[in-house]
């Protein structure tokens, strides 16, 4: 099925969707992976505390489709933000994976009491410059994360990846990153155990359209110019996750989805000012 594109500030274009491979690991994992790929996702996205880069090169390869037709997305984790260890940190996912280039890049966590995202990004922005990644982004940033690593490096990040579901639409930071030129990527697209599949705006979508709550969810997302990451194992579930563009909801339904976020919607205690991974 063709999924549309966004053209991002940098020029490069990304998949409306894309597929989660966290906690993907050993052969189950490779399997997954290869399946979602040849159903049809071309946006990947993994991370060095993944700990499965090697299976997902290894999906890719067993795929048999073109390096050049897929986007892989890895992260840099919170342990090399240094600029030295971010350098050899982004290299050592390339050597994981088995590919010569990543599409696209992000710092994984800010990690603000280290203070040494900025120093992370400015090493992205050098490997940008030799070609080793072609399009560089952060993951969980706030305005103000963000406000510094711009101003310090007149560079923008194409992408801000950030926990958005319905329970928790993060209506300010979609409006920071637009303001921004900056394409919003959601994980835990679908709000995981707390999926709101059986809440009235969702189940009567579903309904009115056909489709399952699943599909009303992730359709929510790319209506509001969120880039989804859903992650499912089952080659079904994956159809399913990824067939949301032949339907269209209505902007009552787009915006009662909206309004069941919560204050405290978020799944765990994931506040980028305070939260620390490694």
Do not use: C
Not at 48 to 58: K, Q
Not at 90 to 97: D, M, P, T, Y
Not at 222 to 237: D, H, W
């Amino acid at each position: 099925m063709a999924i549309p594109t966004h053209t991002l500030n940098d020029g490069a274009t990304l998949p409306a969707i894309g597929f989660g491979t966290y906690p993907m690991k050993g052969a189950d994992g490779v399997a997954a992976i290869r399946s979602a790929i040849e159903v049809g996702y071309r946006l990947i996205d993994t991370a060095v505390n993944y700990e499965n880069e090697r299976e997902v090169g290894e999906a890719i390869r067993q795929s048999g489709i073109a390096r050049e037709d897929l986007v892989v997305t890895s992260k840099l984790p919170g342990r090399d933000h240094a600029y030295d260890d971010a350098i050899a940190s982004v290299h050592g996912s390339l050597e994981r994976l088995g590919l010569d280039y990543l599409d696209l890049h992000l710092i994984h966590w800010p990690n603000p009491s280290r203070d040494q995202y900025a120093d992370a990004w400015r090493a992205l922005v050098d490997l940008r410059e030799q070609g080793v990644v072609r399009s560089i982004g952060v993951s969980n940033f706030t305005a103000d994360h963000l406000e510094r690593i711009i101003e310090e490096s007149g560079v923008t990040p194409a992408v801000n990846q950030i926990e958005l579901h319905p329970y928790f639409p993060q209506e300010q930071m979609r409006e920071v990153n637009a303001g921004l030129g900056i394409r919003t990527e959601s994980w835990s697209p679908l709000g995981k155990r707390q999926a709101p599949f059986a809440e009235p705006a969702v189940a009567a979508a579903a309904e009115r359209h056909g489709v399952t709550p699943g599909q009303v969810i992730l359709r929510w997302q790319v209506q509001l110019g969120n880039v989804p990451i859903p992650k499912s194992a089952t080659p079904e579930r994956q159809r399913a996750n990824l067939d949301v563009f032949g339907f269209e909801l209505a902007d009552d339904e787009v915006a009662a989805i909206t309004a069941l976020g919560r204050v405290d919607g978020r799944l765990f205690r994931g506040d980028p000012e305070t939260h620390e991974e490694m």
